[in-house]
């Protein structure tokens, strides 16, 4: 048992990853049939970062000093187990009204209809309070019952005796489950790969999303951009 522990760790640490395309609206996602994992957050919380480290390569998600540049969903194969969409950022977007509408609209679209969504991960930085954007965001997945967890980012920012606190202070904020997490430890990496790997099937996925019209009629909220 504990052998093959050790050989799974080991295959974690070689996990090859690829980029596999770039979309801006779900008609252009790839038709991959893996698990995947939406990853949602404010513009330069670390998500590239994450993937980078993910992958251990620090080359394959692009990351950029200008908040709010990708308005378009990235997706990473990891060694055909699962694959990380990385969605545009939220919270800084200088761009007109129309732009965001359009944004908004095709990211709904894609959340609610892609069938291959295990989860969505949001992530907060773990050194700030959770913001008010951070809160819409969770209302609106909460509003259609969309699986979430959390993952606070760039936790080797906080003192080691004040970690527990912050995580715990995250739970009671946004609720479910919080995955401590920073770029810098292989550690955090592996337990995550383990959450990913572990994690139950979404059943009756295609049975929700008939009934997101019904929602619909009665939610008038938006994703925000």
């Known amino acids: 048992c504990h052998t093959g522990q ?45 993937i980078n480290a993910l992958a251990n390569n620090k080359k394959l998600a692009k990351t950029s000093n200008t908040p709010g540049k990708t308005r378009l969903i990235n997706f990473f194969n990891f ?39 295990k989860s969505l991960i949001q992530f907060i930085d773990a050194r700030h309070d959770v913001q008010k ?15 979430i967890f959390t993952v606070a980012t760039k936790i080797d920012y906080v003192p080691k005796g004040k970690q527990q606190a912050v995580i715990a202070k995250i739970k009671k904020s946004l609720s479910g489950d919080v995955i401590p997490f920073s770029s810098a430890d ?4 592996e337990n995550m790969i383990e959450k990913a790997a572990r994690m139950e099937p979404v059943v009756g996925r295609e049975r929700e999303l008939c009934e997101v019209e019904q929602i619909l009629c009665r939610k008038n909220k938006n994703i925000p951009a």
């Open 6 to 50: 050790k050989k799974r760790k080991k295959r974690m640490k070689q996990l090859n990853a690829n980029f596999i395309i770039s979309a801006e609206k779900l008609s252009q996602c790839p038709d991959f049939s893996l698990p995947e994992f939406p990853l949602l957050g404010r513009s330069n919380v670390g998500k590239s970062s994450f």
């Open 79 to 117: 060694a055909d187990t699962f694959t990380i969409a990385d969605l545009p950022g939220y919270g800084y977007a200088k761009v007109s009204k129309e732009a965001q509408a359009r944004w908004q609209k095709y990211l709904e679209e894609y959340l609610l209809n892609r069938k291959q969504i």
């Open 133 to 147: 954007n951070d809160y819409q965001m969770r209302e609106w997945v909460e509003n259609y019952n969309l699986p």
């Open 186 to 189: 292989r550690r955090y990496c």
